[in-house]
């Protein structure tokens, strides 16, 4: 009965879940964007062989965010309309933003040793290049030194060249690579698990209102 009271409070929680929702799904696309063309990662995305695999748990985000601001505007409409096919459809669209989210999280704690030999396998392979061919190589490699302020492997003097001009000191490009790719992904993991808690509690939320609603019409 708390749900109902007075046929004032339902609307107020409803709305109010769902500018959650919209705020949500606008703070995820944000988030994943930010992470594709900004940052860190930007300047990968314009080679020849960007990291893909790294892309496709920010893929999976930015798709989950999108589905959750259309989400919001269904639930208020069915909270509203007091529709359980609505709520109904609003219950299986968070389930899927919700298996969405787990997927990302896992597979950015559990993939991530993945992620990162792929990026540093690129590295090697640009680093390998340049020494054979420093024509060649030159571009992609000054891309990694300039992305992660890093310079070469054990030594930067036979890639002294492609290094950035501010760097104070020799920093190992493989260790670098690890430790960012490592902090990025689990932030994509901590965001991805968020977001799958608010659609727990929408789950519940958009039940208890699917009961209520029967209940209400059975006593009319």
């Known amino acids: 009965s708390w749900l109902w009271g007075g046929g004032t409070r339902f609307p107020c929680i409803a709305n109010a879940l769902s500018f959650a929702f919209q705020l949500a799904g606008s703070a995820v696309i944000a988030f994943g964007l930010w992470f594709r063309f900004g940052g860190t990662m930007k300047d990968l995305s314009s080679e020849d062989q960007s990291p893909e695999y790294f892309y496709v748990g920010l893929y999976v985000l930015v798709g989950a965010g999108a589905l959750m601001m259309a989400v919001g505007f269904f639930g208020c ?7 359980q096919c609505v709520l109904g459809s ?4 968070l389930l899927v933003i919700f298996a969405a989210e787990v997927t990302t999280g896992v597979f950015a704690f559990i993939g991530k040793s993945v992620a ?3 990026v540093q396998t690129m590295y090697e392979e640009a680093y ?3 020494l054979r061919d420093q ?4 571009g992609t490699l000054i891309t990694f030194h300039s992305t992660f302020q890093c310079c070469g492997k054990e030594s930067s003097e036979q890639v002294q060249p492609t290094c950035p001009k501010e760097l104070l000191g020799h920093k190992n490009c ?3 690579i ?6 990025k992904l689990q932030l994509i993991g901590i965001v991805g698990i968020g977001i799958a808690g608010l ?10 209102l699917c009961c209520a609603i029967r209940n209400s019409r059975d006593v009319i």
């Open 77 to 83: 409409c069915g909270a509203m309309r007091e529709s």
């Open 135 to 138: 024509g060649k190589g030159n």
């Open 199 to 208: 659609t727990i509690f929408g789950m519940i939320f958009s039940m208890v």
């Open 128 to 130: 390998n290049d340049y």
């Open 178 to 183: 690890e430790t960012i790719i490592s902090i």
């Open 90 to 93: 609003f219950f299986t669209c």
């Open 116 to 118: 990162v030999r792929h």
């Open 174 to 176: 493989i260790d670098e």
